[in-house]
């Protein structure tokens, strides 16, 4: 079974300030390892993910995540946010031994201010 | 490539009824994983189906059922409504290959109330 943990529930940023969300996660078995954002009132969109390979990864819009393995965490970092990045964030782990199941943290409410 | 689409997106039952929810995943995609997101509990997963086979269940009761038909598309039930069924219900779907790490497409949801 896998277990994550955002670690904090609501991060308030101005904006093009950086900004860095919290993951750890829990696990017996290999993970892969996403961050989700949502928008208000609609689904999940994948941010970025962790399958194998380099322990650094990063989304298109300027979002990078780092893999570390002896820490048990995937935080997600943004080095300059925009207004357009107020959302929740959601860190996701998916066990090899798991078919079609994400285990979901919390959640993290980012709220960009001017 | 469309996405995973999801109807309706807006529904209203009361106590004791029950409900069906729909998903078409995304074309050649043959997973479709079901979750239900609340206030309270935050995501939590429901079932997985792959070639119309459940191979994955998440803690809810039986009252919560679902089904894959043979063009991948899914349908989800709820039966004998409760209060707290009232939530976003939503549908991901996955390419579900060797190494892909079950990477999942979500639709808009389905904002479930129950009165």
């Known amino acids: 079974a896998q277990s994550v943990t955002q670690l904090d529930s609501q991060v308030p940023v101005f904006e093009e300030a950086p900004v860095e969300l919290r993951c750890n996660y829990s696990s017996s078995v290999s993970v892969y390892l996403f961050w989700y954002v949502q928008y208000p009132n609609q689904g999940l969109q994948l941010l970025l993910k962790y399958l194998s390979g380099s322990t650094l990864v990063e989304s298109i819009n300027g979002f990078e995540a780092e893999f570390n393995k002896s820490q048990t965490s995937f935080h997600l970092r943004k080095p300059s946010v925009h207004i357009s990045d107020t959302a929740e964030y959601f860190c996701?782990?998916?066990?090899?031994?798991?078919?079609?199941?994400?285990?979901f943290g919390a959640g993290t409410q980012v709220v960009v201010t001017p | 490539k469309a996405g995973v689409t999801q109807t309706p997106r807006y529904l209203i039952k009361t106590r004791g009824q029950q409900v069906t929810l729909s998903c078409s995943p995304i074309?050649?995609?043959?997973?479709v994983s079901w979750y239900q997101q609340t206030p309270g509990q935050g995501l939590q997963f429901l079932f997985e189906y792959f070639s119309e086979t459940q191979r994955n269940k998440g803690n809810f009761p039986g009252r919560f059922s679902g089904r894959q038909f043979s063009n991948s598309r899914s349908e989800m039930n709820v039966s004998t409504l409760e209060l707290g069924d009232s939530a976003l219900y939503l549908c991901a779907s996955s390419l579900a290959v060797e190494g892909w790490g079950n990477e999942q497409f979500f639709g808009p949801g389905t904002r479930l109330t129950v009165l």
């Open positions: 074309s050649g995609h043959r997973s």
């Open positions: 996701a782990v998916s066990g090899t031994d798991s078919w079609g199941k994400l285990q």
